[in-house]
């Protein structure tokens, strides 16, 4: 019966995650974060029916190819929402996800309609027949089943190259990334593929080697360890953009507020140096980055300059980011902190810009090499 309550645990988290859904702040991302989380609220019913609604088992099973080659797009449409640069929107150029459903569809059309005595030669007995729609559909559900893990791998690691991308975007417009990195969702992704290639382990070896941990239950058990990750953060996140886009070409309001004669798209040398000094002037004087929600659109308004020269002054003429431009500031500021006051470490990231110990610890053992403990240290000695 474990398998049956781990079922009931991974539909009930889905389930009642898809009622709260429609009750936060409105927002694209939460669409195809349904979707997602009813294929996996569907897929993990499979227990259950077996056990307690029999007659429901040739619906289910009929329907597994359309919800695994839903479960995909519905992934990939959750992260594009999620690292947009503006507002999230379905556009045809989408459709190209969906191209396997018709077959999909009528892979599981053939096998719903198939009499019960060949349904269950087909899925549940272990003796061969020589019905030819038989083999022909078992080659085709075979088909489906390759077809999925190719693109399943292909999903993951497009993901993965997605989200390498999207963070060095965040790193020109917020000086701090928390809750915006999507580490769970590249979790959630490999966790998936773990997932299929462990199911598969278990369809072949059947219960061979299940004392090392190889059975159903360990299916299950990471069907509603997503099922959680994916309900529990998807509840809390929001789109990394959403109310700071990155800098693009300069809007006409943009220009309008600025009065330098460099009011054109491409800066000059002394242009750009220009700018770098208001930069340094913000930070060294005005003590910008003491602001923990420090971002791009701020520091724009601070030096009084259009957003994507600033992000042009970074990138040609002081080479770095924005992000650490911003991170350096605090990280000197804090050393200085370290070696001459006695404050506590969580005092001094607090005092210079970071929102957290664990981002100042991340942060400053990027920069330094060092922990505050192990730099603290060194200055005393």
Known sequence: MSEVF???????VAGFTLMVL?????????????????????????????????????????????????????????????IAEHQWHWTPAMYKHLLPLPFMAALGGAIFHLPEPLFTAMFFSGQSTDELYIH????????AVLLWC????????MLLRRTVKYRNQLKDVFSNEQGKRLSWLNGVSLLIGFSWVYALLVLIFEDTYTLFGVSENGVLVLLVTIVWVMCANGLRQRPGFEDNPPPTQNTAHELQQSTKSYERSALTHNDLAAIAERLTSAIDEKKAYLDPDLTLAKLSAIVSEPSQYISQTLSQHLRTTFFDLINTARIDSAKLMLAETNQSVLDVALATGFNSRSSFYNAFRKYTGLTPGQYRKAQKT
């Open 150 to 157: 190719v693109l399943s791998g292909c999903y993951i690691v």
């Open 22 to 82: 429609p009750m936060q702040t409105s927002s694209p991302s939460k669409m195809p974060l349904m979707l997602v989380l009813v294929c996996l609220g569907l897929l993990s019913t499979g227990p259950v029916i077996f056990a307690f609604l029999p007659w429901l088992t040739q619906l289910y099973i009929s329907v597994l190819p359309l919800l695994f080659f839903l479960l995909l797009p519905g992934l990939w449409f959750y992260h594009e929402a999620l």
């Open 6 to 12: 781990l079922a009931t645990l991974a539909t009930a």
């Open 136 to 143: 022909l559909l078992s080659s085709a559900f075979f088909a």
